[in-house]
């Protein structure tokens, strides 16, 4: 088995390129994160929401954001109390 779950990995690229796009429209990427963008997720993956803190923390990990920072924002934005996952938040990533 991954470090990383394959789910966390693939719904932490989706959110990434939606995150990229939406930048590169000249918005704030962050913007993405909304309670309608939790219900469309809900929606396709009905068990989501345990995923959700693995998923944040690796996108935060991805986009070069200290975990709790990026969690803090994110929550904010979607109404949520997501937590940091810590396993995710201290793995030593290795590019290549």
């Known amino acids: 088995m991954s470090a990383?779950?394959?789910r966390v990995a693939h719904w932490a690229g989706?959110?990434?390129r939606a995150m990229r796009t939406t930048g590169e429209d000249g918005r704030e990427e962050m913007t993405i994160f909304e309670p309608r963008l939790?219900?469309?997720l809900r929606r396709d993956e009905p068990d989501i929401d345990p995923l959700m803190p693995s998923?944040?923390?690796y996108l935060a990990r991805m986009w070069l954001t200290p975990?709790?920072?990026f969690l803090a924002d994110a929550?904010?934005?979607m109404g949520t109390t997501y937590a940091v996952d810590e396993r995710i938040a201290a793995m030593k990533f290795e590019l290549g």
Do not use: E, F, Q, S
């Open 38 to 40: 939790l219900a469309d």
């Open 4 to 6: 990383v779950d394959d």
């Open 55 to 57: 998923i944040l923390t």
């Open 75 to 77: 929550n904010a934005r």
């Open 67 to 69: 975990p709790h920072v």
């Open 14 to 16: 989706i959110l990434y």
